[in-house]
């Protein structure tokens, strides 16, 4: 399933033509409204697993088959880049190795790459969290919340690729949301 956060390109056409249901939010509500909208669906229409790629072909699909093996193991598997941090450009990696250490301090955890969107989501794990954030913010809510009510978190190895993609995630804006979700999960239980 595609869902189309209010895209202005043909995301919608060109995804459904090639086979995949589509959600089309009618404007673009951030990735959180997304994500929320994708979970929604699954936990609807009955399926046990949620799996996330990001749509800025950092993701390879061939590393689906990582999570397979891990799908009874953990209700959360987090995607890692980071044993191959080589090739993650070095602000990136900076970055996501800082986020990183700041979730599994909160988590009382390692959390190996907290800003990874290629994941998988046990849906009872989805319906069990009440979920507020609404950009990409909320991939941390979701990690923080799931490591304090006692989910199982794992990762698996993903390829890193780092091309001439854009990414939407805005330096300041997005930072400031991310320190502003540390801050309320001090309030979370």
Request: with cysteine.
């Amino acid at each position: 399933m595609v869902i189309d956060d209010g895209s202005e390109d043909a995301t919608t056409l060109v995804s459904a033509m090639s086979g995949a249901m589509v959600h089309r939010l009618k404007t673009n509500a951030g990735k959180g409204e997304a994500l929320k909208a994708g979970f929604t669906y699954a936990i609807e229409t009955g399926y046990d697993w949620v799996l996330t790629m990001d749509g800025d072909g950092q993701h390879a699909p061939e590393d689906i088959n990582n999570f397979f093996p891990l799908l009874d193991q953990f209700d959360l598997i987090l995607g890692n880049r980071m044993e191959d941090s080589a090739s993650v450009p070095l602000l990136r990696r900076i970055a996501n190795q800082s986020s990183s250490l700041i979730v599994s301090v909160l988590c009382g955890r390692r959390i190996y790459d907290s800003q990874t969107g290629f994941r998988a989501y046990r849906t009872d794990l989805l319906r069990r969290l009440s979920l507020h954030s609404s950009r990409y913010d909320l991939e941390t809510e979701v990690i923080i919340k799931a490591a304090r009510k006692g989910f199982r978190i794992g990762h698996c190895r993903i390829q890193t690729i780092y091309a001439d993609e854009v990414s939407r995630f805005r330096n300041v804006k997005d930072s400031l949301r991310f320190i502003k979700v540390v801050f309320r999960s001090f309030v979370w239980w």
